[in-house]
């Protein structure tokens, strides 16, 4: 029993890794549009703020679905929750303005980095996963960044695009890191 556990972490390891990567190149074009789009709340930005909660409910299907029985389902399951709440809190909310908006997302990433971090840890193993811990960890903290910010005179949206790109870069650490520790596995 204890010797399948690598065997399953080493067919899950491509499909995380293209999943990583897939995830880097996403939150940068994100944050990168949403740089362009700056902080008011056009058609565009709602649009954009909706489509990143909703793409990690697509992505953690797609995690779930690679992993099979050796993921952390519990953990997905959450996040597919939680991102979809939030994708419609975030649509929501974008009819109030960027203080709710940064509400909604701050607690998403509170409750979501809490998740990760748990998933991280639950895929140890698997190495690579530290920048999965990490890039929770961090979300915890920048979510609580967030609903502080909403309460100054002058919100801004930029402050997501660092958000993202910082967790895109999480993901291509991890996936930089998966190959290797699938070797020695």
Do not use: E
């Amino acid at each position: 029993m204890a010797s399948a556990a690598p065997a399953q972490h080493v067919d899950t390891a491509p499909a995380l890794r293209r999943l990583y990567v897939t995830r880097f190149f996403f939150a940068a074009a994100w944050a990168a549009l949403l740089l362009v789009s700056g902080s008011d709340l056009t058609t565009a930005t709602r649009v954009l703020l909706f489509l990143y909660p909703a793409f990690d409910v697509v992505a953690a299907v797609v995690d779930f679905r690679s992993a099979g029985a050796a993921g952390p389902a519990k953990g997905l399951y959450a996040n597919m929750a939680i991102s979809a709440l939030a994708a419609v809190g975030v649509a929501v909310a974008g009819a109030s303005g960027v203080a709710d908006v940064l509400r909604v997302w701050g607690a998403w990433a509170i409750v979501s980095g809490l998740v990760q971090l748990l998933v991280g840890v639950a895929r140890r193993p698997m190495s690579g996963q530290w920048a999965m811990i990490a890039s929770g960890g961090i979300s915890v903290l920048a979510g609580a960044s967030f609903i502080r910010g909403a309460s100054q005179d002058a919100p801004s949206l930029t402050t997501l695009a660092g958000y993202a790109t910082l967790g895109g870069i999480f993901f291509l650490v991890s996936a930089l890191r998966l190959p290797r520790s699938t070797r020695r596995g």
